[in-house]
């Protein structure tokens, strides 16, 4: 996988704001609309947190935002049998 490049301008270098993994973890668990979801979303997010330090930034940003579009999807239903 390459590593992408940013947009070009003044915009690219400006910081997001910062945020606690707990903070992310609390956004996307109020976006979890069934209890599996929620389950799922608190697994997956702390399976990201303890990779990140491995891979590149680019790697845990693509990590996160594939939890929200799977979080979502409101044709994936994950039953208890599904998450650890």
Request: glycine content about 0%; aromatic content about 4%; some cysteine.
């Given at each position: 996988m390459t590593q992408l490049?940013?947009?070009r301008g003044s915009?690219?270098?400006?910081?997001?704001?910062?945020f606690t993994w707990g903070q992310l973890e609390s956004?996307?668990?109020?976006?979890?609309?069934?209890a599996p979801k929620e389950k799922m979303v608190r697994h997956?997010?702390?399976?990201t947190r303890k990779q990140a330090q491995f891979l590149p930034v680019?790697?845990?940003?693509?990590?996160?935002?594939?939890?929200g579009f799977v979080l979502m999807d409101?044709?994936?239903?994950?039953?208890?049998?599904?998450t650890p």
């Open positions: 490049e940013p947009t915009e690219a270098n400006t910081p997001i704001p910062s956004v996307l668990v109020s976006l979890a609309k069934t997956l997010l702390e399976a680019e790697e845990t940003i693509r990590d996160i935002l594939c939890i409101r044709d994936f239903q994950p039953s208890f049998i599904d």
